[in-house]
């Protein structure tokens, strides 16, 4: 595989600070056990409070930092919200976009997310994009209906730079297996993914296509992470629940080795 695996973890609502350098400090630790190992790049998404504290721990180390959400805004009033480049700031080089609890919970659609995904790129951020069906959509048949509606949204706001389109990551995460244990078998995850392989082919054409990364996401674990990892299109994985464990999402990153 010519792209390079991902494997993030989405901390969620959780851990005070104490919590975050405990489990930065684990993860840390098993990285460490596994040094000179040919492993993923390993991101994590810590809450904003805990941000600051987790990036001076990983300093000097291959962990990245990456924020939750972000706003569509630059600098102004808009109390509450931050900027990606309040991010930057602080030393993350990702975001999170259109996670389904944003979308369910504070609704978020494709279109906010589309003009978020732009001032990501704007504020010097990678978007990891976040898309998938909810059960009922699965069951009436429609889920690559509403993968194509969902991806056909941020086209029109990609950059025009083809590095940074290249840079571009999306999460498929159907919603009836976020943090429900249940998980998209492999062949549903791989049919999915290779769904938007393709919509990236027509629209990026071939090459910017072959580099954008696909992540999965949804009860991954570390019992599943390798068999789903093996998927041709499946490039990665967005971890939440698992993620706030060191050993599971160390776990998980070990489903990437060769
Ligand atoms: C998520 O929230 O992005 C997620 C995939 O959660 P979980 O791994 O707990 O299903």
């Not at 973890?9 to 040094?35: C, F, H, P, S, Y």
């Not at 998404?45 to 972000?70: D, E, H, R, W, Y």
């Not at 990665?236 to 080795?257: P, R, T, W």
Request: proline share 4%; aromatic share 6%.
């Amino acid at each position: 595989m010519s792209r390079r695996g991902l494997v993030a973890g989405n901390w969620k609502m959780n851990g005070l600070t104490g919590a975050a350098d405990t489990l930065v400090g684990g993860i840390l630790k098993g990285l460490e056990q596994r040094k000179g190992k040919n492993i993923c790049e390993v991101l994590v998404c810590p809450p904003f409070t805990a941000i600051q504290a987790v990036g001076k721990k990983i300093a000097g180390s291959a962990v990245k930092l990456g924020g939750q959400n972000m706003s569509e805004h630059k600098p102004g009033a808009h109390t509450g919200e931050i900027t990606g480049q309040m991010l930057t700031d602080i030393g993350c080089t990702y975001v999170i976009l259109g996670h389904s609890e944003r979308r369910s919970m504070y609704g978020e659609d494709s279109q906010l997310v589309a003009r978020k995904m732009v001032a990501a790129y704007r504020d010097g951020l990678t978007p990891i994009v976040c898309i998938g069906e909810t059960l009922q959509e699965r069951e009436s048949g429609k889920t690559l209906d509403v993968i194509r509606d969902q991806v056909s949204a941020i086209f029109p706001n990609l950059p025009a730079d083809e590095a940074k389109r290249q840079q571009l990551v999306l999460a498929y995460e159907p919603v009836w297996a976020i943090g429900t244990g249940k998980t998209a078998t492999p062949e549903q995850a791989q049919e999915v993914h290779a769904f938007i392989r393709k919509m990236l082919v027509d629209q990026l054409g071939n090459d910017t296509a072959s580099k954008v990364r696909i992540l999965y996401g949804g009860s991954v674990k570390p019992d599943n992470a390798a068999i789903i990892f093996s998927k041709p299109d499946v490039d990665g994985g967005l971890i939440g629940g698992a993620a706030l464990k060191a050993e599971d999402f160390l776990g998980i990153i070990d489903g990437f080795q060769g």
